[in-house]
């Protein structure tokens, strides 16, 4: 029989090999799909200096991920664009987060998988002639790299890794087999094999055998802790008080 090892730890335990100044990975798409627990447990741990590369900055509104812009712990941001989020675009503009310069979503998505499966970069053609313009990232350290083939010019874009990512599944088992929903699939996959450490927050854990294999989204080989987060319940509620809070959802009928 395998050797499935139980990799199931108290988020303070499974959260420890961050550091101040590490690079960090996160996975989720405007809000929808953060691991709000680690989010919450990262806020209070006095960790900083963070090089963040998440898809975007977040949810407007004071949600989870965005905080942390606002509470100082992001010293550079890796991503599509910093609009979402009041606390993320007010760090950008006045200088507390560096941003070298912004990738178009597709192109941000393939620096990611290059680092997941080991190479290192990717040709894009996407924004060639816009992108390369003279001074449009100032915080840039030279000119884009730029490559010939075909007829055709591509960026020359290098791979994306982390020291550590955190993913948020909808289920894992014991040794790590996450199970996606809905719009929690992105690209997580992707972020918990581009870093050397990856932390999975769920809504609920269940014993190997129990997440059949077609529905395992991130085999559990790239996985190293598996925290309990919140109930599917308690994030419906969650993400719901927080729409009402925006005047984006009517409050349920008394």
Partial sequence: MPDYRNKVQAIADAMAPLRSGMRLMMGEFVGAGEP???????LRSGITD???IANTPGLRGGFLKALL???????????????????????????????????????????????????????????????????????????????????????????LTADVAII????????????????????????????????????????????????VGCPGVFIDAVVQGHTLAQQHDLYRRHWIGLGRLAPAAA
């Fill in 69 to 159: 812009f606002e509470s100082g712990q992001v010293r550079e941001y890796i991503g599509t664009h910093v609009g979402t989020t009041e606390e993320s675009t007010a760090a950008y503009l006045e200088g507390r987060v560096l941003v070298r310069e912004f990738f178009p979503m597709g192109t941000w998505a393939e620096k990611v998988r290059a680092g997941a499966m080991g190479l290192g970069g990717v040709l894009v053609p996407v924004g060639v002639g816009l992108l390369d313009q003279p001074d449009i990232f100032p915080q840039h350290d030279g000119p884009k790299p730029v490559l010939a083939l075909n007829g055709q010019t591509y960026f020359v874009e290098e791979a």
């Fill in 50 to 52: 963070l090089t963040l």
């Fill in 168 to 215: 948020k599944g909808w289920r894992a088992d014991t040794f790590g087999n996450v199970e996606f929903r809905q719009t929690a699939l992105q690209n997580q996959r992707d972020l918990a094999m581009a870093a050397r450490y990856t932390v999975v927050e769920v809504n609920e854990i269940v014993a190997v055998g129990q997440i059949e294999p077609e529905r």
């Fill in 36 to 42: 709000a627990c680690c989010v919450q447990w990262l």
